[in-house]
């Protein structure tokens, strides 16, 4: 649930600015269609790695900050993001060995 603690702390440090939330909804549902849209199972990990690059940079900047004060519904759209996300990915993680 990593994420789920980096969405938070987007959310928090875009309090007052409705940009910074709806660039990181939208920065992490283009993994989730580049991840989507892959074909075989080396296409997912490189987006995997990309995307948990980026969440380590995320994961950085937001340290410290306060999760009570956390937008449901943004919070919602981060989890639905994740979990189609990680469907895509299971495709080829989890597909037999040819």
């Given at each position: ?12 440090s ?6 910074k939330i709806?660039?990181?909804l939208?920065?992490f549902d ?10 075989d199972?080396?296409?997912?990990e ?7 690059q ?12 306060d999760k009570?004060?956390?937008d449901?519904s ?19 993680r989890?597909?037999?060995k040819?």
């Amino acid at each position: 649930m990593r994420n789920l603690v980096i969405a938070m702390g987007l959310l928090l440090s875009a309090c007052g600015g409705g940009d910074k939330i709806d660039q990181a909804l939208s920065k992490f549902d283009g993994f989730k269609d580049s991840m989507c849209a892959c074909t075989d199972k080396a296409c997912t990990e490189k987006t995997h790695e990309e995307y948990k690059q980026w969440e380590n940079e995320m994961e950085k900047s937001f340290e410290g900050t306060d999760k009570d004060k956390i937008d449901k519904s943004k919070l919602e759209k981060f989890e639905v993001i994740e979990k189609e996300m990680k469907a895509c990915r299971r495709k080829f993680r989890d597909a037999p060995k040819s």
